[in-house]
Every structure is written in C-alpha cells, then in structure tokens.
C-alpha cells in the first residue's frame, strides 16, 4: 500500500495476475468510499475544451507568470492552438502560422509528420514495454545502432535521455571521466548556451541564466572561433582536458567558425590530448545541411549531443554519442558502467520508435539536401531584401536551415520624438528590431519567427526541414511588406499596439 497522508486504509484484495492493473482497486471503492478521496482534476477532455482565458490563468498561476509579459510583447498571449501540421499550426480562430521557428530546430520533420504518428500509433497498439531498466529494449538498441550507423568515425557509443541539457551533462561527464582528474579543465566559450541544469550551465554564457547559482568553477572561457586563444589556452593550461564548443552557435546569433578552424581545433586537441566535444543539440539532425554540422570541416570530435527534433517533433528524446576510445575509458568496466546507466526515461519506448522513424524518414525523404538546397533559396532571397533594405538589415548569415538575420542596431539613429518611447519597452526589445518585426510578421502575415538569447538584433529562421520553396516565398513576401513601412513606422506600430493592451 502506498502511505500517502490523506490515503484511508483499506484492506484492498490481492491483485491476481489476470487482473487488469488497477481493477481491484477500482473495484474496492465501488463496494465502499473510495481509498483515496480524488482532488478536484481536470480530465483530457476539459484540457482539450479549455478556453483561452483559463489556460492563460493557469500557466500565471501554475507555471511562469513572468513568461506571459514575453507572450503579450508578441501577441502570443491572443493564440490556442488547435491543431498543427506539416509547416502550419492552426489557433482557435481557424487562422494559419506558417511555422519559421521551428521549436528552435525541434521540428525538423515539421508537425505530425504522418509516418511518425503511424509508427508511434502501431507501437501504442502493441502493448510493449516502455521503460528500459530491468530489461533491455529493442527499440532503444535499434536507436543506438543507428546513430553509430550515421555518426562519423568511431562515436559509436550512445546514451539516451530526454533533453539536451541531459545529453549535454552526458558528453561532459564521459569526457572530464575519460580526461582524468588531472585534466578536469573545461574551455567553454563566449556567447555558448549548452542547458540551463546546473552542470551545463557552467558552460553557458549567461549571465542570466547563471544569476547566483553555484556553479563549477574550473573552466576557462575563451572567444568561439579564436583558434589562437584555443591554443594559447592549452599551451599555459596542463590542467585542460576537455573543451566543449556549439559547431553553430544557435543563442550566440547564428555564428559559426570558418572549417579550417575546425581542422586546428582537431589537430590542437590531438597535440595537447584535450576531447572536444560538439554540441549538435541545435545544429545537428540535418539542420546545417549535413547531419551534424562537424561534418562540413570533414572533422570528427571525440564527444556528441543530439536533442530537439531527434524526438521527431512529438517527444522526448536526446541522445549523447562518444567515441568508443573515450567510453570504454570513462564506464568500460562492469565496476564504472553504473556510474553512467541511463536515467529512469532513458531510451523509453516510444521515444526510441520515434527517434527511429524520424531518422528512416530524414534520409528516405531527403531532407538533408533540401535543408541544404531550400535552406540556400532561403539565404539567397535574405540577401535580396538585404540589398534592398540596406539601412535595416546589417547580415545574413548560416547555412541549410539554420539562419540568422541581424538587423541595424537603430539605437542611435532613431528619430529623436520616437526615442523616449522606445525606452519604455522591455530591455529585450530596447535597440533591436528584431522584437518588433517578428510581432509585425506574426500579427500581420501570420508567420512565427525566433528571437535569439544573446543577440536582440537577431532573428533565428529554423523552420522545418521540410520547408519548400513556396514556404520560403511566402515568408520573404512577408517580411518584404514589413521591413518596406520603415523603421519609423514599423516601431511606432509596434509601440500602438502594446499600447492599446
Ligand atoms: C546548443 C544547445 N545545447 C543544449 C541545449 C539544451 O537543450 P534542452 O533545452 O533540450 O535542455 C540547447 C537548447 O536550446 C541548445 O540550443
């Protein structure tokens, strides 16, 4: 019996082996008062019936009530979304959001992709077993199998979770294990984010996010793509053993480093005995145009993460990758290999036949080389409204899927009457266009794009990778109408609009 405070003794009959689970229970508190007095609960159905305003009142309530201000800056806050498919969400209202946000790359195979919801659909009707401890799952081995099958030289080792933040404390576990503990060292870099749980977070640069907690104090922060200060850092510094860098550095802004340095980074890792590992959580599962965006430089780290859409945009699912050399020195014996055994929900069920699905579907459908393909149409047409607009588009800048518009900084250029307003707005929006064309494309065009955490004049074009042509002419048909009102205009719509919440 479980000896919950507010449970009533009852002397419940064994539960026989034919029973359903449950059926005994259920059966004793129809004979009497229930065991368990039920809480006032909403079912699925009244989940599924809610209005906007309750379920608003309930996330202020029950989940980030600072959260909903963001919302409003947006007009998140007007929206329930009914339904989702392919390239489209579809709120209470019947109206259409073509999706360039993507989840920030959760969604590479767009929303409920039909071969993922009939393989999870088959598995549910299968009656298998989902958690993954006592006894393996074949599932989660064809997971693993799988990824070894696409990662690059000898990352054959895989661990599986359900976040990035976890697949990320994974890769830096197995490589500080592997390095020892007199090279526990870490190199982390400017403007990086690798999760907020707190290992992670002391590899991520923000200030923010970092606030007061307590974090590890033995890493060295170095600029993303200073191959001289990587190497200057390892030179001085015995004590490093492992360096952890974005291939694409998605919160940064859309940066990435030139692939010579990449192949430095290689070749100084190799002379100083340092494992870096790669953070593909965002950039990796097609997205770059390769599956993991190393892969460009022709390179190979000794550590991986995926996350994000390898849940096949309708879970949970993460998964670490090491090279079997950096492994079997971290957890290769039956005495290490606990320190390391997944996590309660690590490889679950029909999380692994997702993941399985969606990985089938990304190389049967192409959509590596569409990303590339699409995802250069997408560039290509950027630069066109870049010349166009040169007073208010500074850069364009990724690859496949994985873009960055960077706007002027209108700060101080600003006419001088629009100015003391401006400096009412949220500090996120202060100086930066990218606040107020993303509410203007989103009220305007119904079209949903992605700001970025450390660059506010930034705007993140991850859609999904199944994105089409005409997807692409649609968003850039949008974004031209908004960009040719002007910066005056555009601001003081933006500024009207909060003002008449
Ligand atoms: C590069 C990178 N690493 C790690 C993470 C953390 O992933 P999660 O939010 O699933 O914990 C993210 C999330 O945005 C990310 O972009």
């Not at 209108?410 to 606040?435: C, E, H, N």
Request: with cysteine; charged share 25%.
């Amino acid at each position: 019996m479980l000896d919950t405070p507010n449970r009533v003794a009852v002397d419940a009959p064994a539960l026989s082996d034919t029973d359903a689970a449950g059926g005994a229970l259920a059966a004793s508190a129809t004979a009497g008062s229930p065991a368990v007095r039920k809480p006032k609960l909403l079912s699925v159905a009244d989940a599924k019936a809610m209005s906007l305003s309750d379920m608003t009142e309930m996330f202020k309530d029950h989940i980030n009530p600072g959260q909903l201000h963001f919302m409003k800056l947006l007009g998140f806050h007007k929206v329930k979304i009914e339904t989702a498919s392919g390239m489209y969400y579809t709120d209470q209202n019947g109206r259409k959001i073509l999706d360039f946000f993507g989840g920030f790359g959760s969604l590479a195979f767009g929303h409920n992709h039909p071969r993922i919801i009939a393989a999870r659909k088959a598995f549910q009707d299968e009656d298998r077993h989902e958690i993954a401890i006592a006894f393996m799952s074949q599932y989660a081995s064809a997971l693993a199998k799988n990824l070894a099958e696409i990662a690059p030289g000898d990352l054959d080792m895989v661990f599986l979770g359900s976040s990035g933040s976890e697949a990320m404390e994974a890769a830096i576990k197995v490589a500080e294990r592997a390095a020892g503990p007199k090279r526990s060292k870490v190199v982390y870099a400017h403007n990086s984010f690798h999760g907020k749980t707190k290992g992670v977070l002391s590899l991520t640069d923000s200030e923010l996010y970092r606030g007061e907690f307590n974090l590890t104090g033995n890493t060295v922060k170095v600029p993303f793509g200073d191959i001289e200060a990587i190497r200057k850092a390892f030179e001085s510094d015995p004590e490093i053993g492992v360096i952890v860098l974005e291939t694409i550095q998605g919160g940064g802004g859309i940066i990435e480093a030139p692939v010579e340095f990449w192949r430095e980074l290689r070749a100084l890792c190799d002379k100083h005995d340092v494992l870096w590992v790669a953070d593909e959580v965002q950039c990796g599962m097609g997205r770059s145009g390769h599956f993991f965006a190393f892969e460009k430089a022709g390179v190979v780290p000794d550590v991986t993460a995926l996350a994000k859409s390898l849940g096949g945009g309708k879970t949970a699912m993460a998964a670490m990758i090491a090279s079997r050399k950096v492994y079997m020195k971290a957890y290769g014996t039956p005495k290490t290999a606990m320190i390391h055994a997944q996590a309660t929900f690590g490889g679950i069920g029909e999380a692994c036949v997702t993941a399985i699905e969606g990985l089938n579907v990304m190389y049967d459908e192409d959509l590596i080389g569409n990303a590339e393909r699409v995802g250069g149409y997408l560039i290509e047409r950027l630069n066109g409204l870049k010349d166009k607009y040169p007073q208010i588009i500074k850069d364009v800048r990724g690859r496949g899927f994985m873009v960055g518009l960077e706007f002027q900084d209108f700060s101080q250029t600003l006419p001088a009457l629009l100015r003391p307003m401006v400096a009412l707005l949220d500090d996120k929006l202060k100086g930066s266009l990218s606040g107020f064309v993303g509410a203007e494309l989103f009220r305007d065009h119904n079209v949903l794009v992605a700001f970025t955490e450390y660059n506010r004049n930034v705007i993140r074009l991850e859609p999904p990778l199944i994105c089409g042509r005409e997807h692409v002419d649609a968003f850039i048909a949008a974004l031209d109408a908004v960009l040719g009102r002007g910066i005056v205009r555009i601001v003081r719509d933006f500024i009207g609009s909060q003002a008449k919440k």
